[in-house]
């Protein structure tokens, strides 16, 4: 699967974007999405995961209640809404897929180990 990222961009704090994750080459329900963040000299860290049915949905605790991940398998994409923004969100924001129809409707990875497929990263900047 290929997949392609977009959406990011410059905002001020307390302000909003939504990230979009286009997925091509597979069938895209059979795949549990995730979203990771890169800030520069860090390591990627999880934000949210949903799986492949939508029906089970994770966050990391530092983005819990201000990001809400979701997925439409009729346009094969993954979205990430980021509300409440905050400097420190500022990342460059990566999607992830992993095949996961062994593991349930409800299934969902939150570490980068688990996830097979990257796509390029949008950057997000949050200005204070």
């Known amino acids: 699967v290929q997949l392609q990222a977009s959406g990011g961009g410059l905002v001020q704090a307390g302000g909003s974007l939504r990230l979009s994750c286009a997925a091509s080459g597979s069938t895209f329900s059979n795949y549990a999405m995730g979203w990771f963040r890169q800030a520069p000299g860090q390591e990627r860290e999880f934000v949210a995961a949903?799986?492949?049915?939508?029906?089970?949905?994770g966050y990391a605790d530092s983005v819990k209640g201000r990001f809400t991940i979701s997925r439409d398998n009729a346009k094969n994409t993954v979205y990430l809404q980021m509300n409440s923004l905050k400097p420190e969100d500022t990342a460059v924001y990566y999607c992830?897929?992993?095949?996961?129809?062994?593991?349930?409707?409800?299934?969902?990875?939150?570490?980068?180990?688990?996830?097979?497929?990257w796509g390029q990263g949008t950057l997000v900047t949050v200005s204070s």
């Open positions: 949903i799986s492949r049915s939508g029906a089970g949905t």
């Open positions: 992830a897929a992993v095949l996961s129809v062994p593991y349930g409707y409800a299934w969902y990875g939150t570490k980068r180990s688990q996830y097979d497929y």
